[in-house]
């Protein structure tokens, strides 16, 4: 359990721009793991990114500037609640709603991926044209799983109830899952459908509307860049397809809000959390900037 140790901030940031008031991307940690199948320690994903993140440069080579001086304030970890994924996707939802009126960046750490659900309605409160962009390995579209519609396997058939969503580096599916994307004539960008000359990206810009929440799972990457993943899919996307995606979702779009779920921190080498602590930085930096040089 982590709830009895000390706070800590990412980047170990300090006042003033670990402020609440003055920030204007706020982190909020969230340790559940309730359905997750098969590699289990998700739980651990959030404190471990934010120690991870300790060591990242404050300066960003690609955008020119130091993302951390527009403010990042950390919360608290979210207390688990016990009584399942939709009560706890309720719960996230609560946390995320505050942060989204105020018109600040909710990024939220996993934990397993049902979260999202309750975070994409937060912010689809605040933004209701939002979409949402899915990188990942698996669909999560079946409609129920092990006697549940909101755990991990179920979790974008529930969002996908709520707005649009752009799923984008798919290699794992069910024949359910297959049946309904056929029935509302919905097609993913597998992964295998990667470039370098990156032509997918106007279709994936095509999916989506203006305001974007994004959600990744980080088996959308290759295991040879994140070994330490819940559910570890072969043939995955690298790290610079990844940013380049998602830099250019980021100047095309609005990104109103992001998560990163499903690191397991044991089951790899500790630069897969700061692999991940590299992610969020840089989402961070794409959603504030447009994904442009700032400045």
């Not at 359905?35 to 998700?42: E, I, L, N, V, Y």
């Not at 934990?111 to 390995?137: C, F, M, N, W």
Request: aromatic share 8%; glycine share 10%; with cysteine.
């Amino acid at each position: 359990m982590t709830k009895n140790l000390p706070h800590r901030d990412f980047l170990g940031l300090e006042p003033p721009l670990s402020d609440f008031e003055a920030a204007r991307a706020v982190v909020i940690p969230v340790p559940y793991e309730g359905t997750m199948g098969w590699h289990s320690g998700a739980r651990d994903a959030p404190r471990a990114i934010i120690e991870a993140s300790d060591y990242l440069e404050f300066y960003d080579l690609e955008l020119k500037t130091e993302i951390h001086r527009f403010g990042i304030h950390t919360m608290r970890e979210i207390s688990v609640v016990t009584a399942g994924p939709r009560a706890m996707a309720g719960h996230v939802y609560r946390m995320v709603r505050t942060v989204a009126a105020k018109g600040k960046l909710p990024v939220v750490l996993g934990g397993e991926h049902s979260i999202t659900y309750g975070a994409v309605r937060a912010v689809l409160e605040k933004y209701p044209g939002l979409s949402v962009l899915q990188l990942d390995a698996h669909t999560d579209l079946r409609d129920e799983y092990m006697g549940s519609r909101y755990g991990d396997a179920c979790v974008m058939r529930r969002v996908s109830e709520l707005c649009p969503v752009a799923q984008v580096g798919i290699r794992s599916s069910s024949l359910e899952e297959q049946e309904y994307l056929a029935g509302r004539k919905r097609q993913p960008v597998y992964a295998w459908e990667f470039d370098s000359d990156g032509k997918y990206t106007g279709r994936v810009l095509k999916m989506l509307t203006g305001d974007v929440y994004v959600t990744i799972d980080l088996d959308v990457f290759d295991l040879s860049v994140m070994p330490a993943v819940g559910t570890p899919e072969p043939g995955g996307l690298n790290w610079q397809v990844v940013l380049d995606l998602l830099r250019r979702v980021g100047r095309a779009k609005r990104i109103v809000g992001f998560d990163v779920v499903e690191l397991c921190p044991d089951e790899g080498p500790a630069s897969c959390a700061y692999l991940t602590a590299s992610l969020v930085y840089k989402m961070i930096g794409y959603a504030l900037t447009g994904g442009c040089a700032y400045g």
